[in-house]
C-alpha cells in the first residue's frame, strides 16, 4: 500500500479517497494512517465541508521528505565535476578550504576560553552530529581521531579534497599539528587523523 506516495502526488485527501484510488478498505488505510502518524510521517486535519460532517484528511509531514529518494551526493559530483574541468584541481583545495573556515568561524565562538581538552569535545561533538561516528584515543603520536561513517562517502572517493574539511577544522580551531594516517580514498576502511597534543603550558589557554 503506497500511501505516502499516493499522499505525494495528490496532496490531502480522506481515507475513504485513498482507498478509494488504491481498492483497498477505508479500514485498512486508517490502519496504516494512523501508524504513520504515529511515526511522524502523516499528519492529520479537520475539514469543514459545505454539506454534512467535517472530513478528516491527512497529508505529510515535512519528515517524510526524507523517505523518498534523494541523490544529492550525485548532484555535488556533478558540480565539482564541472568545477574543476572549468578551473582545474586547486579550485577545489580551495573550496573545501573555504568551507572549513566558515563552519570554524562559527563554531569559534562556543570555544572561546576553552582549554584544547575541551575544545576537542567540543569539535568532535560538533563533527558527531554529521553522523560520522568519530571517536578520538589518546597514542604515542598524539591524538588519533578516526571517523568511521563518512556522509560523503561517494564524493570523497572520487574527489579527496572533501577530506581535508576536517583538518582544517582541527588545525583551524585546536592550533596544533594534523596528519592524516588513513583515509578511505585511499581504500582504507575509514579516515583517521592524529593530533599533535600542544605543550603542557598552553592546554589550558
Not at 475539514?47 to 523518498?68: C, I, M, Q, Y
Not at 573555504?98 to 575541551?118: C, K, N, P, T, V
Request: with cysteine; charged share 25%.
Amino acid at each position: 500500500m503506497d500511501l505516502l506516495g499516493f499522499l505525494r502526488r495528490k496532496g490531502p485527501a480522506s481515507a475513504e479517497v485513498i482507498a478509494a484510488e488504491l481498492g483497498v478498505t477505508p479500514n485498512a488505510v486508517r490502519q496504516h494512517l494512523t501508524n504513520l502518524e504515529r511515526d511522524g510521517l502523516v499528519t492529520s486535519a479537520s475539514v469543514h465541508n459545505k454539506r454534512g460532517r467535517p472530513s478528516l484528511e491527512f497529508s505529510l509531514t515535512d519528515r517524510a521528505d526524507g523517505v523518498f529518494p534523494k541523490r544529492y551526493g550525485q548532484l555535488a559530483t556533478m558540480v565539482l565535476s564541472e568545477l574543476q574541468a572549468m578551473a582545474g584541481p586547486e579550485v577545489l583545495d580551495d573550496l573545501f578550504r573555504r568551507i572549513a573556515l566558515r563552519h570554524s568561524e562559527i563554531m569559534r565562538e562556543g570555544m572561546e576560553g576553552l582549554g584544547f581538552s575541551e575544545k576537542l569535545d567540543r569539535l568532535l561533538g560538533w563533527i558527531n552530529r554529521a553522523g560520522t561516528l568519530a571517536e578520538a584515543e589518546e597514542t604515542e603520536d598524539g591524538i588519533r581521531v578516526s571517523i568511521h561513517n563518512c556522509p560523503f562517502r561517494n564524493t570523497a572517493l572520487r574527489y579527496p579534497q572533501v577530506c581535508t574539511i576536517t583538518p582544517h577544522l582541527m588545525v583551524d580551531l585546536l592550533d596544533v599539528e594534523v596528519s592524516q594516517t588513513s583515509s578511505i580514498h585511499r581504500q582504507d576502511p575509514y579516515c583517521s587523523f592524529v593530533i599533535k597534543r600542544p605543550d603542557p603550558d598552553t592546554d589550558e589557554r
